[in-house]
């Protein structure tokens, strides 16, 4: 039986890459969102279906990458280069989305050691994971 997760967006990740995907898609955008924050419910299925990719995991924490599309395009997961950054806490069957981007958003370097160094900068509680 699956766990059914609560989604909370860190409003740091409301500040930043959400706002232009919300300018850029309007309304598919907010289907996006709806359809993202629904799977991340259901968040097991996920990582069985190599949907979400765990970046590192202890006893009680998940970091997770999620890859996900806009709604209404013609584009993979994959091929969209959206990526979703989520951290997943087991006993409290709860998950903090940290971080929503496009690949593009990070600049030309390495887009891990990029959302990394975010992660970091803006989430010293997770820092010493990554």
Same mark, same amino acid.
């Given at each position: 039986?699956?766990?059914?997760? *609560? $989604?909370?967006?860190?409003?740091? #990740?409301?500040?930043h890459f959400?706002k *232009?995907?919300a300018?850029k898609?309007?309304r &598919?955008w907010d @289907?996006? @969102?709806?359809? /993202?924050v629904?799977?991340l419910?259901?968040?097991? $299925?996920l /990582?069985e279906?190599?949907i979400a990719?765990?970046i590192t995991?202890? #006893?009680?924490v998940?970091?997770?990458? $999620?890859?996900?599309?806009? &709604?209404g395009?013609?584009q993979?997961? =994959? ?7 989520? %951290?997943? =806490?087991?006993s409290a069957?709860?998950?903090? %989305?940290?971080l929503?981007? =496009?690949?593009? =958003?990070l600049?030309d370097?390495?887009?891990t050691?990029?959302?990394?160094q975010i992660i ?6 997770? *820092?010493? /994971? /990554?």
């Amino acid at each position: 039986m699956s766990i059914k997760y *609560s $989604v909370n967006i860190k409003p740091y #990740a409301e500040r930043h890459f959400i706002k *232009s995907f919300a300018k850029k898609y309007g309304r &598919a955008w907010d @289907i996006t @969102i709806e359809t /993202l924050v629904r799977e991340l419910q259901s968040f097991d $299925v996920l /990582l069985e279906r190599k949907i979400a990719e765990m970046i590192t995991e202890t #006893a009680e924490v998940k970091i997770c990458k $999620v890859e996900f599309k806009i &709604a209404g395009s013609n584009q993979s997961r =994959h091929g969209s280069g959206n990526r979703c950054i989520a %951290v997943v =806490h087991k006993s409290a069957s709860s998950i903090n %989305v940290l971080l929503v981007y =496009h690949k593009n =958003h990070l600049g030309d370097g390495n887009e891990t050691a990029e959302w990394k160094q975010i992660i970091k900068d803006n989430y010293p509680e997770y *820092s010493g /994971l /990554l």
